[in-house]
């Protein structure tokens, strides 16, 4: 015969079965929305003050701060998303190590080789990348576990964002630097040009090849220098080369349809020189549709291969 405790009689508490920690931090969905707009709640005014001051000193805030914005939001989507089990290491690893890597590289591999040659844009295309590619292979070679397509796309945006993120602050440097006295508009235009365009270009590029490179790394963690892998290495400094050419494209064609003999006379390197409006709006169609075309062929080529990756 049982019989019910008294009451207020201390109860014994069965402890559950333990969940083991995750192995990656705990992050809360939608950190890349915060960051992106709590970012953007600081440029502007920092470039408003500044650009009331004139305070050369805010400069490196203004752009270092727009520069690694988006791409430090767009590499917290990519791990929130689909990068969780790489580890916080590998992506931090990519964007700043292999960023700067793949900067590096290209700088020394374009100083001299590529100047007397004709294809400049193609060359410079296919430098950059074999250059960020290469940052992705050293950042990964003692983490021989890291392989598969979808470690791939979201290791290689890591790298390429960490890459534009780096370049766009050197432009923005140059912007400031390349007059007379601080020229705090070309500044803005470069930051905001700059990031509305970096979802679509360095970042997209990497993340295709390198996909297509980790989806063929070896058991024992060698990488593979395949056909497919040098095909997709070929494909997306192509698309660098027409992404960086669209400016010139733009030029002749405006020259072509408006019956001018030389591109030259109308248009000076960067800004229009003695053009009527009908040309402006036509070389901003152009130009601006040539970014587009390029941007989606990307954009479709990576939802191809994301397609192919169950575990997507």
């Not at 580890?87 to 007397?116: D, N």
């Not at 990348?129 to 397509?149: D, I, N, S």
């Not at 027409?242 to 349809?257: E, F, I, K």
Request: charged share 15%.
């Amino acid at each position: 015969m049982s019989h019910s405790p008294p009451p207020g009689a201390p109860k014994a508490r069965i402890p559950g079965p333990q969940q083991p920690p995750p192995p990656y931090p705990r992050i809360a969905a939608g950190l890349w929305r915060r960051c992106l707009g709590g970012g953007l709640a600081l440029w502007v005014p920092a470039a408003w003050v500044t650009y009331e001051t004139r305070n050369s000193t805010l400069l490196p805030t203004l752009i270092l701060l727009g520069s690694f914005l988006v791409p430090v939001a767009f590499v917290l989507w990519a791990y929130e998303r689909h990068g969780r089990d790489l580890g916080v290491s590998a992506i931090l690893g990519c964007f700043l190590a292999g960023g700067t890597l793949g900067v590096l590289g290209a700088s020394l591999t374009e100083s001299y080789p590529l100047r007397p040659a004709p294809q400049i844009l193609l060359g410079v295309g296919l430098v950059e990348e074999v250059a960020k590619l290469g940052a992705l292979v050293f950042v990964l070679r003692r983490q021989p576990a890291v392989r598969g397509l979808r470690a791939g796309l979201a290791l290689g945006a890591a790298v390429g964002f960490g890459f534009a993120a780096l370049e766009s602050a050197g432009h923005a440097v140059h912007a400031v630097l390349a007059g007379e006295g601080t020229d705090l508009r070309a500044l803005l235009e470069t930051e905001v040009l700059r990031g509305l365009l970096a979802p679509f270009g360095h970042g997209l590029w990497t993340a295709i090849a390198g996909g297509v490179l980790l989806s063929r790394r070896r058991l024992n963690g060698y990488f593979r220098v395949s056909a497919p892998a040098v095909g997709t290495l070929l494909g997306v400094s192509l698309l660098h080369a027409l992404w960086d050419s669209t400016h010139g494209v733009a030029v002749w064609v405006v020259a072509r349809l408006t019956g001018t003999e030389a591109g030259s006379r109308l248009f000076a390197p960067g800004y229009l020189v003695r053009s009527s409006a009908e040309q402006e709006h036509l070389f901003t169609l152009f130009s601006v549709g040539g970014l587009a075309l390029v941007a989606l062929a990307g954009i479709g080529w990576a939802r191809s291969l994301a397609h192919r990756d169950s575990s997507w």
